[in-house]
């Protein structure tokens, strides 16, 4: 209703699309509207590189879908004032599919914006990435640690065992989970980063 009274009120666009695309609980789970969104904003504004950029991020980072996210960042570099980044952006997306030193490549762009509400989503974007790394860390310790058949896994037995100072908290400073049966590292559900979206590589 906001775009159609106003179809240039940009921050309607980028902010509704970011809530939009967030996975429950964090926003509506629905990138697909989020992507519908910003269409509706190139119809109003194809000059608006932002745009562009932001359905991009959307296909990388909820859909997952890096041959057309590549393809947005093209698009987007291709028009007047776009920043000299977003072409490179695109060819590591084609190359290296989910690595993480592209996502944060964009967040941190991003945490440049003028708006205080999308510095403060890049900042819990690249708080994520982080807390990615370090679950990639605590998952090979904890299976380098021998265990007897059927016995649990616990934080405070692995911190017994040396290797662990203390119990491990993610980037938000809330502790991991560490699943009893199967060993798996995650962030809890408590953690203002959850949920997290997903992992792929380095």
């Known amino acids: 209703i906001t775009t159609s009274l106003d179809p240039y009120f ?7 699309a970011i809530f939009l695309g ?11 509207l989020a992507v519908a969104l910003l269409r509706k904003g190139i119809a109003a504004q194809p000059g608006n590189w932002q745009y562009y950029h932001d359905i991009g991020f959307v296909y990388y980072w909820e859909m997952r879908d890096f041959p057309t996210a ?10 007047p004032n776009a920043p000299d980044w977003l072409l490179p952006v695109a060819a590591a997306m084609l190359t ?3 690595d993480r030193t592209s996502a944060r490549f964009i967040w941190r762009q991003m945490l440049q914006g003028e708006q205080e509400w999308l510095r ?3 900042q819990r974007g690249l708080l ?5 790394d370090q679950i990639d860390r605590l998952a090979a310790f904890v299976a380098s640690v021998p265990r007897r058949e059927g016995e649990a896994y616990s934080w405070i037995d692995l911190v017994r065992r040396g290797g662990l100072q203390g119990i491990p908290v993610d980037p938000g400073g809330t502790p991991y989970d560490l699943d009893p049966h199967t060993g798996q590292v995650s962030v809890s559900q408590a953690s203002p980063l959850f949920p997290m979206p997903a992992g792929g590589s380095r």
């Open 10 to 16: 940009n921050i309607a666009y980028r902010f509704g």
């Open 120 to 122: 403060a989503r890049a």
């Open 128 to 132: 994520q990435l982080d807390a990615l």
């Open 96 to 98: 290296e599919g989910t």
């Open 22 to 32: 967030e996975p429950y609980p964090g926003g509506a789970g629905r990138p697909d």
């Open 70 to 79: 590549a393809d947005w960042f093209r698009r987007a570099a291709a028009l």
